[in-house]
């Protein structure tokens, strides 16, 4: 995920306070003014938070696959708060605004289903490294 002021996902981790800011200013949030000094991370905290970082487009991917199913079901209000959630999951994804303005005009699941399946094409989602223990061979008894 980039944003106004990042240029990678190391930059997020290393300015936790600025990610929150940036995500708020996305979803159009109040940003209260802090005073708090920048909060010291643990090294594993730190990796957590790497890790969502590099896993975010995969996991906007999964939800935007998720979304499908339910625009397909639902209608009135419940409907329309998943079109907006279907709209920012797009605007994540940096899908060309023309195009989601297109798709939100016809209200048809079926663009969006097209979206994922181009998008699963591009690009395989990363899995992430299992890390193997390696075993010591069972001795013959």
């Given at each position: 995920m980039q944003g106004p002021?990042?240029?990678?996902?190391?930059q997020l981790v290393r300015q936790p306070y600025r990610a929150a800011v940036l995500i708020r200013?996305?979803?159009n949030e109040a940003v209260p003014p802090s005073s708090d000094p920048?909060?010291?991370y643990t090294p594993y905290q730190l990796e957590v938070i790497r890790r969502y970082y590099e896993n975010?487009?995969?996991?906007?991917?999964?939800?935007?696959?998720?979304?499908?199913?339910?625009?397909?079901?639902t209608t009135g209000k419940k409907g329309e708060r998943l079109w907006e959630r279907t709209r920012q999951i797009l605007v994540q994804?940096?899908?060309?605004?023309s195009?989601?303005?297109?798709?939100?005009?016809?209200?048809?699941p079926v663009l969006v289903a097209e979206i994922v399946q181009e998008l699963l094409r591009q690009k395989k989602p990363v899995q992430p490294e299992r890390r193997s223990v390696e075993r010591e061979p069972k001795s013959g008894s």
């Amino acid at each position: 995920m980039q944003g106004p002021g990042f240029r990678s996902c190391e930059q997020l981790v290393r300015q936790p306070y600025r990610a929150a800011v940036l995500i708020r200013w996305e979803r159009n949030e109040a940003v209260p003014p802090s005073s708090d000094p920048p909060r010291e991370y643990t090294p594993y905290q730190l990796e957590v938070i790497r890790r969502y970082y590099e896993n975010l487009p995969n996991n906007l991917l999964r939800r935007l696959e998720e979304l499908v199913g339910d625009l397909y079901l639902t209608t009135g209000k419940k409907g329309e708060r998943l079109w907006e959630r279907t709209r920012q999951i797009l605007v994540q994804l940096e899908i060309p605004s023309s195009r989601i303005d297109y798709i939100l005009s016809r209200r048809d699941p079926v663009l969006v289903a097209e979206i994922v399946q181009e998008l699963l094409r591009q690009k395989k989602p990363v899995q992430p490294e299992r890390r193997s223990v390696e075993r010591e061979p069972k001795s013959g008894s």
